[in-house]
């Protein structure tokens, strides 16, 4: 048996195939963290009386109770414990301090319950696991300092603060996706009485959090689908995909081999992978089945994939790592057309600096030659204005090309049908806007 430490607890997972893994501390008995598949990790301490009866004590959760303070509280409970057990009555002090302060349940603790839910959700179907990485990434990570502040005591300013440092650190992206994240959270134990009002509300919002305009132009998509061509492998084709169907990141990035029809060249995508959670039908262009066809069907031992893109279970990952890679791929191209010789940092200047850093670094100063203010997101906004601008196709069946469909036509009979609804329309619109952005892509830069 190990003994039990923040770093122990940080690490520690589940036994493959188990739900739950319980690792009992070298030294004190009883001790033990309780490691869930959710990603919840708990501290408890847990006996067998002398009539053979079993005493269980949930001393808190990780990290807002770190190993110290819950080695410090199976210590005290152990010695009661033994004192019990030698008919010596004892007065169980932090045990009722302890339930004392469970009345008053921290930001942490609420955050793992919810997940704990969520991942319930998850298994049944009913969310993607995408969605709860996402969560438990911000939950975790990105505003672990309010983790172990009391729920209720949490106030905007305090939210105000978390999400500034985070954008400074991380980037607006991550500010914006943790904001709402920590929101959603609120929201659900306000609807349990667990929380009296949403701290989120009022709090700071990053610069341009609301609806998004940027549409590409030509020239801009053709320096993205280039750039993206050099960049190669799963990445350079995910972007290439996302230009040519206008599909969300997330239902290319976490595409399976079966719903790719090879015959009818077509994508056919589970509601449960969709945002509106129907079945959806996405005709492919010849440059699109290509693109599919040159990805390799097996590993590198031979074995079957079930993933289009990434290895793990759920997709393509990495996404924020490779899309600052093509920026600065972007950024060098458009220096280099416009003559300018800039200096890169590099390991050697200043304190040593890991990849990451280095590489934030590099496009700071590259900074004027940045591809303005865009994201991959933006290559479905493309996607939709310019065939409305170019008369490809109706407005209706370009939203419902993208997966746009509502009212009516999500209701009912009509629901279950909508996967097919303007088929042959949407195949000629996959055709003719793949032969714009080829036309497009094969021309010279401008700068």
């Known amino acids: 048996m190990p003994r039990l430490t923040d770093d122990l607890a940080r690490s520690a997972a589940p036994a493959p195939g188990k739900s739950e893994t319980v690792i009992y501390d070298d030294a004190i008995r009883g001790f033990a963290l309780r490691v869930r598949s959710s990603g919840a990790k708990t501290w408890i301490w847990r006996r ?50 302890h339930r004392q302060a469970r009345r008053e349940p921290t930001l942490g603790e609420l955050a793992d319950e919810w997940l704990e839910a969520f991942e319930r959700l998850v298994s049944e179907g009913r969310r993607r696991e995408t969605t709860l990485e996402e969560y438990r990434r911000h939950l975790t990570r990105d505003i672990a300092s309010l983790r172990r502040r009391p729920a209720k005591a949490l106030t905007r300013e305090d939210v105000t603060t978390a ?37 989120v509300v009022g709090s700071y919002k990053p610069d341009g959090a609301g609806d998004r305009e940027r549409v590409l132009t030509d020239n801009e998509l053709r320096e993205v689908w280039q750039t993206a061509d050099e960049y190669g492998g799963d990445f350079g084709s995910l972007v290439k995909l996302l230009a040519l169907t206008g599909q969300r990141r997330k239902e290319i990035g976490g595409l399976r081999w079966p719903e790719f029809d090879e015959g009818q060249t077509r994508l056919d995508l589970p509601g449960w992978r969709m945002k509106n959670g129907l079945t959806h039908l996405v005709p492919l262009a010849p440059a699109a089945v290509e693109l599919l066809r040159a990805i390799p069907k097996s590993d590198k031992e031979g074995k079957p994939r079930e993933l289009v893109f990434g290895r793990g279970s759920s997709g393509f990952r990495g996404w924020s790592h490779a899309k600052l890679q093509l920026d600065i791929r972007l950024a060098k191209k458009r220096a280099a057309r416009a003559g300018a010789e800039i200096k890169l940092p590099s390991r050697d200047d200043g304190p040593p600096k890991d990849q990451w850093r280095l590489e934030r670094a590099t496009l700071k100063a590259l900074e004027r030659f940045r591809l303005p203010d865009w994201r991959l997101h933006d290559l479905r906004r493309t996607f939709v204005t310019r065939c409305n601008d170019l008369g490809l196709a109706d407005p209706h069946v370009i939203d419902a090309f993208v997966g746009h469909i509502s009212g009516q036509a999500k209701a009912g009979v009509a629901g279950v049908y909508n996967r097919a609804i303007y088929l042959p329309q949407r195949v000629a619109l996959a055709n003719r806007w793949a032969a714009h952005v080829l036309r497009v892509v094969s021309g010279p830069n401008s700068t």
Do not use: F, M
Request: proline content about 6%; some cysteine; overall charge positive.
């Open 163 to 199: 999400l500034v440092a985070l954008e400074a650190e991380r980037g607006r992206s991550a500010a914006v996706g943790a904001r709402a994240t920590l929101s959603n959270l609120c929201s659900w134990a306000l609807e349990r009485a667990r929380l009296d009002l949403n701290p």
């Open 48 to 97: 067998r009386r002398p009539d053979g009866r079993p005493e269980r004590y949930t001393i808190g959760s990780w990290p807002s109770t770190r190993a110290a303070a819950a080695r410090e509280v199976a210590k005290q409970r152990d010695a009661e414990w033994t004192a019990e057990a030698h008919g010596v009555p004892v007065e169980r002090v932090d045990r009722t301090r």
